[in-house]
């Protein structure tokens, strides 16, 4: 996949994950954590602004192909799992790893589904930060040295 297709995929899952933050808003009452239904509101529209802003500037990264692939993967399955993470634990009140959102221990399988998920994620965003911000030194870089050939 080109790196303008990545740009435009990142800016259309963005949109759409941000709708998905918003409608989860609307039935926060009826969830059975609607602590935590708020933080998948939230989440839904955060992860969904980052991933339009990483949209917006995805032309700017200096990475190889390679690397470029694995960071827009990395990228989705961070913000979606996170969004997931967090309803999955606000609709069956579960999500320990969260005590601060109101977590409370539910089902075996279930917590281990949203543990993994939310260590997962937390990697997998660690990477994509590290590689964005590579990408954006390179680009720093290579408009230094044209501009300093260029005197």
Same mark, same amino acid.
């Given at each position: 996949?080109?790196?303008?297709?990545?740009?435009?995929?990142?800016?259309?899952?963005?949109?759409?994950?941000?709708?998905?933050?918003?409608?989860?808003?609307?039935?926060?009452?009826?969830?059975?954590?609607?602590? =935590?239904?708020?933080?998948?509101?939230? *989440? +839904?529209?955060?992860?969904?602004?980052? /991933?339009?802003?990483?949209? @917006? !500037?995805?032309?700017?990264?200096?990475?190889?192909?390679?690397?470029?692939?694995?960071?827009?993967?990395?990228?989705?399955?961070?913000?979606?799992?996170?969004?997931?993470?967090?309803?999955?634990?606000?609709?069956?009140?579960?999500?320990?790893? =969260?005590?601060?959102?109101?977590?409370? *221990? +539910?089902?075996?399988?279930?917590?281990? /589904?949203?543990?993994?998920? @939310? !260590?997962?994620?937390?990697?997998?965003?660690?990477?994509?930060?590290?590689?964005?911000?590579?990408?954006?030194?390179?680009?720093?870089?290579?408009?230094?040295?044209?501009?300093?050939?260029?005197?």
């Amino acid at each position: 996949m080109q790196k303008k297709s990545q740009s435009d995929w990142l800016l259309f899952l963005g949109v759409l994950l941000f709708l998905f933050g918003l409608l989860i808003g609307l039935v926060i009452p009826m969830m059975a954590n609607p602590r =935590m239904g708020l933080t998948a509101h939230l *989440e +839904g529209v955060m992860n969904g602004m980052f /991933l339009v802003f990483l949209g @917006l !500037i995805w032309h700017r990264l200096v990475i190889n192909d390679n690397w470029l692939s694995y960071t827009f993967w990395l990228t989705l399955y961070g913000s979606f799992s996170n969004f997931v993470a967090v309803t999955l634990a606000a609709i069956t009140g579960a999500g320990k790893m =969260m005590p601060i959102a109101g977590g409370k *221990e +539910g089902p075996t399988i279930v917590e281990g /589904l949203i543990s993994f998920l @939310l !260590i997962s994620l937390a990697l997998a965003m660690i990477f994509v930060c590290v590689v964005v911000l590579t990408g954006l030194y390179q680009n720093i870089n290579r408009s230094d040295d044209k501009t300093t050939t260029n005197q």
